[in-house]
Structures are given as C-alpha cells and as structure tokens.
C-alpha cells in the first residue's frame, strides 16, 4: 500500500522569505500523481501544484515550485516570497495513474505553515 | 469555487443518531469521492463511486453508506453516530475518475457529535 509522510507538523517563516515543506512518500508503482493541496483556516482544500511521475522537469506554479526526487521518493514544496496568504495546512498527496477504481487520493497527515509578519 | 456543492455546512448530533451528508458534484463530472478529515488522522479515502456505481471502498465503516443518483448527486449516510465519527467530510469529484483529471475538493461539512 501507498503511504504519504509529512516530517513537519509545523513550520514558520518570515513573510518575503522562502520556505520547504518536505514531503516521503512510499509506493511499489512507476507511473502516478504528486500533490501538493492547501488548507487555509476556511477549510477548503485548494490544489496547489502537481507534478507527473513521468515527468523529470519540476513542476512550478508562480511562487511555488517542487523538487521531485523520483529515486528518493522525496517531493518537497518550495514556497518563495511567502505572503501572509499563504499561512494554512500544506498536505502532501499521492495518486495511482492506473484507471480507476483505485484512484483514490492518499493524504500525508499535513504541515501547518505560520506566516511570521 | 470549486463548483462542487455540499450540503449541510455544519451538522450537531448526538451519539446514536443518523445523518445523511450531500454532495452535488461539479457539471459533468461523473466520479465523486468521499474523504473523512479527523484531528488524529488527517484525510482519508473513504468510498467512490462512478455514474452511479460503487468503484472503490476505503476506511468506512460498516455504519457508513453512499450511494450516488441519477442526477449524479451523491449521498454519504452515517448511523449509530459514535463520538469519534465528528470530523470534516468532504466530498471531491473528477470527470471520469481516471487519475489524470484533477479532483475538485467541496468545501466539507462539519460533523460534530455530542
């Protein structure tokens, strides 16, 4: 079975600073999903970035970028200019690309980010 | 806004009661998924189904049932409420349920037990 492990439960960082969430995962397949979701304290689960396990180019979204080690099974979050925004639950996730039934999402237990003004 | 509709927001019960959580999936979207968010236990799979069928079962419960109607809208039933059953519910749906297309996340209803 798969397994997602977040290291940090909490982090803090300065605003305008730059911050990395890490983020191991475990799994027997070659080709799946990484995510990367927020939860800001209005509890929604917003998608941040994805990266393809297929692809060896990290994945990067304006402010955040990955850095997907596909050997160590490693996928970190690199925030950049952290804005107070951005203070919320990061939680790491992980999905089979076969074709469904089994395309569950499987969730690593979060990182609470603090935004420090 | 995800366009993925769940209803009700809040829900207070107490122990021993039923409850039946709604989930209205974006438009056109035909796989919708029911996720469990605990304090202890982060957010885990519960059960999906597709155009109307059972495709995959998670961590529920036997006191737990879904189903999902014609209209595509889906229903999560809980009985014999325990204490420990309060958690954030959420509900996701994708297009076909195939892992390349992105699950959009509702904004979950709050279970509290009493």
């Known amino acids: 079975a798969q397994t997602v492990t977040q290291s940090q439960p909490e982090m803090s960082v300065q605003e305008a600073e730059t911050v990395t969430l890490s983020c191991t995962y475990d799994?027997?397949?070659?080709?799946?999903?990484l995510f990367w979701y927020k939860q800001p304290p209005s509890r929604q689960m917003i998608l941040v970035i994805r990266q393809e396990a297929y692809k060896q180019q990290n994945a990067t979204e304006n402010r955040f970028s990955v850095n997907f080690q596909k050997a160590a099974k490693s996928f970190s979050l690199k925030i950049s200019d952290s804005q107070l925004g951005d203070a919320a639950m990061y939680f790491c996730?992980?999905?089979?690309?076969?074709?469904?039934?089994?395309?569950?999402?499987?969730f690593g237990k979060g990182t609470r980010l603090h935004i420090l003004p | 806004d995800s366009g993925v509709t769940q209803t009700p927001k809040h829900l207070i019960t107490a122990t021993g009661q039923r409850v039946t959580l709604r989930c209205s999936p974006r438009?056109?979207?035909?796989?919708v998924y029911w996720y469990q968010q605990s304090l202890d236990q982060g957010l885990q799979f519960l059960i999906q189904?597709?155009?109307?069928?059972?495709?995959a079962k998670g961590n529920i419960l036997e006191r737990f049932s879904a189903q999902q109607f014609p209209d595509l809208h889906s229903e999560l039933n809980l009985s014999s409420l325990e204490l420990g059953d309060s958690a954030l519910y959420f509900c996701a749906s994708s297009y076909r349920g195939a892992s390349n297309q992105p699950q959009h996340f509702g904004d979950g209803t709050r279970l509290s037990i009493l």
């Open positions: 189904y597709y155009n109307g069928e059972e495709r």
């Open positions: 996730a992980y999905r089979s690309a076969r074709s469904f039934p089994d395309d569950k999402i499987i």
């Open positions: 438009s056109g979207d035909l796989s």
């Open positions: 799994t027997s397949e070659s080709d799946y999903y």
